[in-house]
Structure formats: C-alpha cells, structure tokens
C-alpha cells in the first residue's frame, strides 16, 4: 500500500510562490538547494508512504529544505511525534530556568525577612542594593564566557558546573551572619545563574525538531517564571518564621541536585558531539530523539551537522574563537542579528520589570499595603501566566505581533502608575520612604492594578521573547552571539538592581516610572523599525531576510507563507493517517 506524498522542488516552489509573497519569497530562495527528484520513501505511523515526484503543481508539498542545519527537519517534522526523550531533555534543562527564577525571586521576600539577622543591624538600601545586584554581576561575569565554554566543554558539562556554583553559593548564604558573606554567596550563586541562563535555552534549541523549537524554548521560561512565582510563595509562608530566608535559600538546592543527578545519565547534544568529532554519540542522541526516523535520514542529519561545523574557520580553538568574534561583526547579516539579540535583551530590563521581581515588597509596603508578599505572588504569578499565554501564541501569532501588543500595553501601563504615584505623594526621609497622605489611598489601589496589567503585557511580549535569541545567529557564531545577547540582559539586571532604590529617592518614584514609560515608548519604535517577524522561518531565511536590512515586510510575509506551509503538511499527515486507518 502506498500514498503518494508529492515531492518539491525548490523550482517548482519557487515559480508557485513568487506572485504571493513578493520580495519575500526572492529572499528566501536565494541559496535553495534542489530537492533530488527521486523517489524517498518515509515512514508514517509504521506504514510505508511514498513520496514521489509531483506531477502537477498544485499538490506539492510547499515545504523546500532551505536552512543552514539540516534539510532534514522537514522529513523528520513529517515522520516524528514528539518522543519522550526530547521532553526529558527538555525538562531536565528547563530546570536551569527554574533556578534563574527561584533565585532571582527570594530575594525580594529575604529583603524584608532578614530583618536584623546580618551583622546584626537592619539593611540600608545601599546593601539591598549589593545583595541584589550581586547575583547579576556574577550572572553578567559568567555568561561573558559561557558560549565559548559550551563549545569548548559541552552544554552538559556547563550545566553541571552552573550546579555546582548553586551549591557553594546557596551554602555560603544559608550559614552567613555577616552582610559580606550573604553577597559573596549571592555572586557564586549568580556564576550559576548566568551560565544556566545561556546554556539552557541554546541546548533546547539544539534537541528540539524545528517547527516547535520556539515553543520548548519557551518553556525554559516557563520555568523561569514559575521559579520567581514559587520563590514569592515560599517567600510568604516563611516571611514569619525565624531565619525563614535561610530556609527559603536552602530550598534551592533541591532542584539543583535534581537535575546535576538527570544529567549524570542524559548525553549532550548532537551538535555538541558532533563539534568534537564523536559521530557516533550525534547519531545515538538523534536516533534516541527521532524514534520514528529512518537512519537514513539520521546519517544526513549528521552529515549536515558535519557540513556545517567545518564552516567554522580556524586551525585552533584561539582562532576559531577569534575568527568567530571577527564573522560575527563583520557578516552584516550577524551584525544585525547582534543589534536585535542585544537590543531586545537591552528593553528587557531597562523598561523595569525586574526592579519590581526584586524590590516589589518593598514598593508595595511603601505604598502602604501591609501584605505586601500576597501582592507581590498576583504580580508573579501574573507573570506566569502571561508567559503561558506566550507559548501558545509565540509561533501562531507570531514573536513580532506580540511585542508590538506587549510594549505599548507596558508604556501606557507605566504612564498610569507614574501618575499614581505623583499623587500618592511619596517623600523619603533618609533612606525610609513616607507616603504624604497617610492611610489607606485610592491611588495605592491604582498602582497595584496598573502594575499588574503591566506584568502581564510584559510577560506576553517582552519577557519571553528575547530568549529567542539562538534563532538569530548561523551556527558559527550562535554561542558568541547569544553569550553577548545574555550578557546584555545581566549588565541591564545588573544596573536596575543597583540604582532603582537610588533611582527612586533621587528622581521620585513617579520620575522614575516615568522614566521607565519613555524607554518603553522609544522600545516600541525600536521594535518597529528592527525586529522582522521569524516565527516558522527557516534559519538560513532568517539570515537572508537580515542580509541587507531588517526587511519587516519580507519577513511578514514569508512568516505567513511558511505557516500556511506547515498546516498544509499537517493536513497532508492527517489525511495519509486517514488513508491507512481506512485501509486497515
Ligand atoms: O525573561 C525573564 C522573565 O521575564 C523574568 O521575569 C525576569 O525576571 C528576567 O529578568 C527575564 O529575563
């Protein structure tokens, strides 16, 4: 029994293309490779379906093998179900995410618990500030060099060490009774988290079949938010109880022993194994994680990557380093991917949210709300949810649309609060705040509403998807690129942490909202003007469509032919499906 799976050739698509996708479509097929025009036989559901030449144009299949990885991700997307072993590598990385989150998040509550139980005195802003930002500076430190250490020693073998700087720094500060120690164990634990924050989401790109590869990045986030979201419950159960915040720190060496324990028995990715030349490791992993792929089409998959790795340049590591940093700046394509990895990573955190993730306890008990944890879990857990309503959207709506919603919901809701906050009132007196009118205040209410619509257009937009970064660069220059995307994002962490309390008594809070109102309004603009809709491209378009410009048009309509692709192939499994169960 066969079915008859029409094959493409770029040619053909081509000539079929050209008048509904106009500029987009002559980008994309610039380096096309011709599909040979034979007979391939794949495998659906264990039923043998043939794939054979298209006789008339209609019915072909309008997917063309185009990217610089693997022109076997289609065939393989056609063949394959999600397995479980891509899900488990999926998790077990995610957990990173996880740490990000629940380690970035405690802080905010072990602010306002440590009370007097360091050096003996009550923390001034200045050292809240320190403690904070220590765990960025250690994150900026380390994701400077994590890209190139992924290369040099493996995704896994990061992973593993982020686990241990966990460890010590969770050590360090559940037994300090001194200020110093607190932030020494905060930078260790921040080694961690920047290694963890790149190395995560560059390995799920890695394992995961491409047409849902935005979607499992995405989950790493997930787990981001759901770690700051835990972090703020724990946070509130233990606000009471004596030394809580060592209880609350000490918690976070559970998921760090779970996943160092998984990745003793999980392998690193193909391309990893790959890059040092283990073939038979890449194929193993790729046979593990395409069950229902012919080793045929895995043996090519190798070949590509083999293909591919070569294209690095270089006799040594130094000078392929170095080579690397050179394509990156002077490729104009990797140059614009650079601006856009950066520069979304940039309005991350220079539009503020972090500064409540860090000092929302203390904001909300300055605007006079007496639990200020429970808000600060609405906030968070608003977080989480908009992340959630990311993964579904992030590759049907696309990455493009939900920014261009998310940051004008943010600047109108960042307007709203610094109004709120003028007249509210709020003068410092040295280093305490004071809210002129005192009570219970109708503009208190306001901030916290606006504050959370906030969250959740950040969440939607924003939050989520600079973490797309990998699908920016070539394969030559990934690591580099997304270590100086990540690095962006630590640097911006780094300089909220450090200044918004500063911020917030020198230009008062309403100047500060403000403040943070205009980046987002100008971020918008950026977004606008630079940030071309990739969801469902293929990686190579992605580079063609970054070529000689930032081609938004070209790329929106390449996007919306490409999707209109894959639900066609869905169609086309489905009905083949239908074919065999009508057979049977
Ligand atoms: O994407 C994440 C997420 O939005 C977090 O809530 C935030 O704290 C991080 O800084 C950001 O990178």
Known sequence: MGIHIPYVTS??????????????DSLGSNNQRESPAKTTKVMLESHEIQRAPASDDEDRIQIKPVNDEDDTSVMITFNQSLSPFIITLTFVASISGFMFGYDTGYISSALISIGTDLDNKVLTYGEKE???AATSLGALITSIFAGTAADLFGRKRCLMGSNLMFVIGAILQVSA?????MAVGRLIMGFGVGIGSLIAPLFISEIAPKMIRGRLTVINSLWLTGGQLVAYGCGAGLNHVNNGWRILVGLSLVPTAVQFTCLCFLPDTPRY????GDLHNATEVLKRSYTDTSEEIIERKVEELVTLNQSIPGKNVPERVWNTIKELHTVPSN???LIIGCGLQAIQQFTGWNSLMYFSGTIFETVGFKNSSAVSIIVSGTNFIFTLVAFFSIDKIGRRTILLIGLPGMTMALVVCSIAFHYLGIKFDGAVAVVVSSGFSSWGIVIIIFIIVFAAFYALGIGTVPWQQSELFPQNVRGIGTSYATATNWAGSLVI???FLTMLQNITPAGTFAFFAALSCVSTIFCYFCYPELSGLELEEVQTILKDGFNIKASQALAKKRRQQVARVHELKYEATQEIIEDI
């Open 497 to 499: 942490a450090s200044t």
């Open 130 to 132: 320190i403690v904070t």
């Open 273 to 276: 194994y790959v890059m040092k």
């Open 11 to 24: 040619k053909a698509s081509r000539s079929n293309t050209s008048d509904e996708v106009g500029d987009a």
């Open 177 to 181: 009774h001194m200020f110093w120690q």
């Open 335 to 337: 140059l614009r991917a």
